[in-house]
T-cell receptor, first 116, second 113 residues
Framework: DAGVIQSPRHEVTEMGQEVTLRCKPI?????LFWYRQTMMRGLELLIY????????DSGMPEDRFSAKMPNASFSTLKIQPSEPRDSAVYFC??????????????FGQGTRLTVV | AQSVTQLGSHVSVSEGALVLLRCNYS??????LFWYVQYPNQGLQLLLK??????LVKGINGFEAEFKKSETSFHLTKPSAHMSDAAEYFC???????????FGAGTRLTVKP
């Protein structure tokens, strides 16, 4: 398996523009996580899905952020409108939970977002 | 909800010296515990994990960690540091019955020649 695949790797956008980050989890995994990493706040869990259903989105900063998982092999994180303070590295991770055994979370390479 | 505290945001050791990175957790149910390593401009990769069974867990690159329930700790150690160990290390916890994984703030390890 190629692992968790995120795109794009780098994104530079202007304030006010819509940004969409994409993630393809590992085939067979049933949980997907979106994290944000900044120097100030470290690694924050934004939202996670179990079997394509959002379970906990309490980490989503505000209504400008939304995440979807239309099927088991694809998820998006959208920011609309984007602001400079959204600049960060966004990681997607996937795992198998409830399996025998459960797996740890496998991370993608991240998307470095810069909002100017 | 579970949480993790990593003591020391920066640790510096000499090459060949003992590495000790500290992690304490909080969980109301039996935890699963993880250590991840992050190299510059890369994602996180698993070093080792504790789920059940033996409390001393061995991982990749010579690292190991011991789950101590009485101390709610899961400290990461390596007997002899190598230059290639320089990276950021994250401790993480999730409970056995859900997949809400929480990470500590991270510890940046510097290895001096």
């Amino acid at each position: 398996d190629a692992g968790v695949i995120q795109s794009p790797r780098h994104e530079v956008t202007e304030m006010g523009q819509e940004v969409t980050l994409r993630c393809k989890p590992i085939s067979g995994h049933n949980s997907l996580f979106w994290y944000r990493q900044t120097m100030m706040r470290g690694l924050e869990l934004l939202i996670y899905f179990n079997n394509n259903v959002p379970i906990d989105d309490s980490g989503m900063p505000e209504d400008r952020f939304s995440a979807k998982m239309p099927n088991a092999s694809f998820s998006t994180l959208k920011i609309q409108p984007s602001e400079p303070r959204d600049s960060a590295v966004y990681f997607c991770a996937s795992s198998l939970v409830g399996g025998l055994p459960d797996t740890e979370a496998f991370f993608g390479q991240g998307t470095r977002l810069t909002v100017v | 909800a579970q949480s993790v505290t990593q003591l020391g945001s920066h640790v510096s050791v000499s090459e060949g010296a003992l590495v000790l990175l500290r992690c304490n957790y909080s969980s109301s149910v039996p935890p699963y515990l993880f250590w991840y390593v992050q190299y510059p401009n890369q994602g996180l990769q698993l070093l080792l994990k504790y789920t059940t069974g033996a409390t001393l867990v061995k991982g990749i690159n010579g690292f190991e960690a011991e789950f101590k329930k009485s101390e709610t700790s899961f400290h990461l150690t390596k007997p002899s540091a190598h230059m290639s160990d320089a990276a950021e290390y994250f401790c993480a916890v999730r409970s056995y019955n859900n997949n809400d994984m929480r990470f500590g703030a991270g510890t940046r390890l510097t290895v001096k020649p």
